[in-house]
């Protein structure tokens, strides 16, 4: 069979080509599409042979999409218009025009791709624009598969709670049987697991806790609340950390890093120590890195606790009576650093070969990380595409 001919909207740093070559599927990506100059760079370092497009996507015309006969569409929309604390300007926001105009142009194509993937953040699957897209697609004959995703699901310790759809032409089926429900985990065979009512799907994995889904319990016995968190919070890190099936941070860390030239700096541990999310390599958990990491420091993604042999509970012990001073000695024993921007890329299941040009700043590539997705959750997710096609 020919390879299939893949369109990848918005690519940004390529982490969904990265999720379709893990697949193993034979695919090729006849055109990438981004405005953004930096991840372009980014893009065009890895992919050299991938014809990039540096321009808007409403920008294309439909003869342009045409000539291309695509397979599949693979796309990230910009999530600002549908995250919870963004405008939510939804539809009326300007930034989801490009994604409208994808929709517009779908049932106008002279071939309509066999398979679509989107991915998006946890809130799209409430937005105007989730409606408008699951419209489109009943009406274009696909039928579709929604899911929330998130790293653990995988062993992997980093939380980044995701909307995910896949969509495939009707006359093809999938392997699994669709439900109208979001899938919480990936289905666990290519056979139907049916329950008594014949629609339920059983999941590989939906044990795994995220923010997002929060289980109400006491404080768990001997813990010590020392920092701003409630203990419903402390009770789920150390679940986490208690969970075998993710793996430990420390294989995600490069050897040999710097330790003095990540430190975070002193400003930042006085105003943020009670609510910085603090790891230790041994730990099987992380917070969602966002593109403000090494930036700021409110809500971007956890920091490393270097120093393990210190604990963080003597550390933070009656902290507050002490001067600035002492408070900066006492937290600077922890030797808090902020993760690399290739531990992040480790996380993301981004392969080994994947690299950055050297002129782009550790702040830039903090911030396209930021952006990315998980690759290995794009590729399970293609393979289930692909899978089982008639
Ligand atoms: N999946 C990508 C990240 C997508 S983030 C990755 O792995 O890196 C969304 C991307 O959409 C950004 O890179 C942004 O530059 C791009 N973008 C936003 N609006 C666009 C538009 N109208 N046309 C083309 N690209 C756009």
Redesign the pocket.
Known sequence: MAPLRVLE????????HCGLTESGVSAEVVAA????TT?NEVYKHNFPNTPLWP????GISLEDLDSLTFDMILM????QPFTRIGLQGDVSDP?A??FLYILEILPRLQKRPRYILL?NVKGFETSEAREALTRTLESCGYIYQEFLLSPPCLGIPNSRLRYFLIAKLQGERFSFQTTINILEGFPRSHTPQLDSSGTAVRLESNLHTDQESVSHKQCPEGAILYKLETAEQLERKLTQDNDGSVQTLQDFLEENVEVGQHLLPTKSLLRYALILDIVKPTCRRSTCFTKGYGHYVEGTGSVLQAATDVEISAVYKSLETLSEEEKLTKLSTLKLRYFTPREIANLHGFPAEFGFPDKITTKQRYR?LG???NVHIVAKLISLLLQNTV
Do not use: H, Q, W
């Open positions: 909207l918005y690519s940004g740093i390529g982490g969904l599409v981004d405005v953004n991840a321009k808007t996507i409403e990230s929309p910009p999530c930034r025009k490009s991915e396209l952006n990315s997705l």
